[in-house]
Nanobody
Framework: QVPLVESGGGLVQAEGSLRLSCATSGRTSTYAVGWFRQAPGKEREFVAAISRGGDITYYADSVKGRFTISRDKAKNTVYLQLNSLKPEDTAIYYC?????????????????WGQGTQVTVSS
């Protein structure tokens, strides 16, 4: 089983919305999960994370109020709802599983990475 599989990326106009999914399996279904992104020519950056229980969330300042992370334990899936998208949100988005939401926010204690899904926002 692949630990993490992202889906849901695509091309969208500015101010549009997308929902990314991160399907977990096996051990990763019990870990904290986070989303990161990397734009061309830029370093990878933290976007959002959710605790193992799904009750605590963390966000980068740049996405607060626009993105929402959630977790469906029954489906072993973590979602990232992207609203009010901006061209600067264009990047490859990766999900990652780790020890805790706060550790993921610090990019620490990451056990698994997904393969990434491309999000492109046109102006």
């Amino acid at each position: 089983q692949v630990p993490l599989v992202e889906s849901g990326g695509g091309l969208v106009q500015a101010e549009g919305s997308l929902r990314l999914s991160c399907a977990t399996s096996g051990r990763t279904s019990t870990y904290a999960v986070g989303w990161f992104r990397q734009a061309p020519g830029k370093e990878r950056e933290f976007v959002a994370a959710i605790s193992r229980g799904g009750d605590i969330t963390y966000y980068a300042d740049s996405v607060k109020g626009r993105f929402t992370i959630s977790r469906d334990k029954a489906k072993n899936t973590v979602y990232l709802q992207l609203n009010s998208l901006k061209p600067e949100d264009t990047a490859i988005y990766y999900c990652a599983a780790g020890s805790s939401g706060s550790d993921l926010q610090a990019e620490y204690g990451i056990y698994f990475w997904g393969q990434g899904t491309q999000v492109t926002v046109s102006s």
